[in-house]
Nanobody
């Protein structure tokens, strides 16, 4: 059974930074793309970033390109999201997820599954 556990969220001022972590178990980690998606209040879940199997190619939502960095540690079965220059519109619940989609579809939120419980990120002054 796949289990994903996110951590690292919190309240941060605009321009601040956070580092999210996701611990994965119950899966052949190296066989999966690992990604982060988020859901803002009243909005649908959206793709944020991905690290392809087994890495290190990375993919980002356009609005976070240059501010967020995804990385993975295959030996530890961990995936991280370093978020810098945070903006209020980055607020939401951030989820770690897995995918086996074709690279051409990696930014489609429907191609991601095996969600964790999520971690809240709030960017506010």
């Amino acid at each position: 059974q796949v289990q994903l556990a996110e951590s690292g969220g919190g309240l941060v001022q605009p321009g601040g930074s956070l580092r999210l972590s996701c611990a994965a178990s119950g899966l052949p980690f190296i066989n999966y793309h690992m990604g982060w998606l988020r859901q803002a209040p009243g909005k649908e879940r959206e793709f944020v970033a991905a690290s392809s199997r087994p890495g290190p190619r990375t993919y980002y939502k356009e609005s976070v390109e240059g501010r967020f960095t995804i990385s993975r540690d295959n030996a530890k079965k961990m995936v991280y999201l370093q978020m810098n220059s945070l903006k209020p519109e980055d607020t939401g619940i951030y989820y770690c997820a897995t995918s086996t989609a074709a690279i051409s579809a990696i930014r489609e939120s429907k191609m991601w599954h095996s969600w964790g419980q999520g971690t809240q990120v709030t960017v506010s002054s």
